[in-house]
Each structure stands twice: as C-alpha cells, then as structure tokens.
C-alpha cells in the first residue's frame, strides 16, 4: 500500500514565527498535494506539485508557500504564521495527473498557532 | 466554481442497519467521483470510485451516479460499529482539480 509520512504529528508556533510541515512518500508518486481540513470545510487545497522542482497554487495558497525539492519530499511553510492557520494539514500522493486519480493521504499534522 | 455539498451532516444508525449517505455537485463536466473514509485521527482513505452513470458495488458497499441530477451516493449494507467514521465525497473534472464535501460524520451503535 502507498505510504505517506508526515512530521511532526503535532506542532505549537507563536503567532508570527516560521513553520515547516514535512511530506515524505515513497510510492513514486508524481503528483503531491498539501490539504488543510476543518469542520465544515472538507479538505481545501493549499498547493500541489507536478513532480520535484513544481509547485501550483490551489484554492487557499496565500500565507503558505510549497517546496519539492525531489520526487518524495514535498514541504509546506508558513513564513509567518498566523492563529487563522491552526488546523489539522493533510499531504497526499497520486499517480495520474489528475485525471481517475485516487489520493493516498499521511496521517496529518495538527498545528496549534498561540 | 465547483461546489460539493454532502447530507446529512451527521447521522446515527443502528448496527445492521442500512446507511445513505449524498453528495451533490454543481458542475455538470465533473467526471471522477470518489467517496473517502476517514477514522477518528486517521488519514482518509479510498473507500470506492465509480466514473460512469449507473451503480457499483463491493462487498456491503454500494454507489449510485446520477450526473443528469448532479448526485452521487454511498450505501452501506448491514452498518457496521467499525463503519463509525467521517465519510467525505470528491468530486473531479480533470487536471488536478479535486473538490472535497465536508463530510458525513456517521455513528453506528452497536
């Protein structure tokens, strides 16, 4: 089965101070997608890559910038983190680009900004 | 811009029971229809997926597309207190565009 790590599983910042999120998977995967999710919002889309040295804008990417620097490792970073971003981050892999593409998802980061 | 909408938001069944759970979506060239299940503090994970008009089943699992009526459903046969979990719909149009419910939070009692 695909698998996909996330660390750390959970994260305290200060409001302003800089976080990184970490994805590794080792199916690959072309494809790479960062999710936060809260109540009554599903999952939302941050960013996505194509394959190392991409990343794309998805629906809510202000505030959050993406880094690939290879084909398993995909971060997400908050330069200056505000309380509005304490959620619970999904990363997840798929192999076709988008077309019948199944979603194999970590098992989250939940971050708390003070 | 996609909008996918799940009911009900929570639901409680008894064990063996039979479980429904909706999702609509709004754009008529959506073509890729997933349901997710997602245990309490776990990653979601494919439950079922179907691409074409008509119905799909796997074991007590069941899914109705109706693309006329912009709906798609999970059924779930004789419920079980392992099917306890928050159920979310996708639904996508090519390229990366995945849209996600919010979810179906489902109890079943023993």
């Known amino acids: 089965e695909a698998a996909v790590t996330q660390s750390p599983r959970n994260k305290v910042a200060v409001t302003g101070g800089k976080v990184t999120l970490s994805c590794n998977q080792t199916n690959n995967h072309n494809n790479m997608y960062w999710y936060r999710q809260d109540t009554g919002h599903g999952l939302r889309l941050i960013h996505y890559?194509?394959?190392?040295?991409?990343?794309e804008k998805g629906d809510i990417p202000d505030g959050y910038k993406a880094s690939r620097p290879s084909q398993e490792n995909f971060s997400l970073i908050l330069e200056l983190a505000t309380p509005s971003q304490t959620s619970v981050y999904f990363c997840a892999s798929g192999r076709d680009r988008g077309q019948a593409e199944t979603l194999y998802f970590g098992s989250g980061t939940r971050l708390t900004v003070l | 811009q996609q909008n996918v909408q799940q009911s009900p938001e929570s639901l409680i069944v008894p064990e063996g029971a039979r479980t429904s759970l909706n999702c609509t979506f709004s754009?008529?060239?959506?073509?890729y229809f997933w349901w997710y299940r997602q245990h309490s503090g776990k990653a979601p994970k494919a439950l079922m997926s179907i691409f074409s008009n008509g119905e799909k089943e796997e074991g007590r699992f069941t899914i109705h597309l109706n693309k006329a009526s912009l709906h798609f459903s999970l059924h779930i046969r004789d419920s079980q207190p392992s099917d306890s979990a928050l159920y979310l719909c996708a639904v996508g149009t090519g390229g990366y565009k995945v849209v996600f419910g919010s979810g179906t939070r489902l109890l079943v009692s023993p």
């Open positions: 890559s194509y394959g190392a040295g991409s990343t």
């Open positions: 754009d008529s060239a959506s073509q």
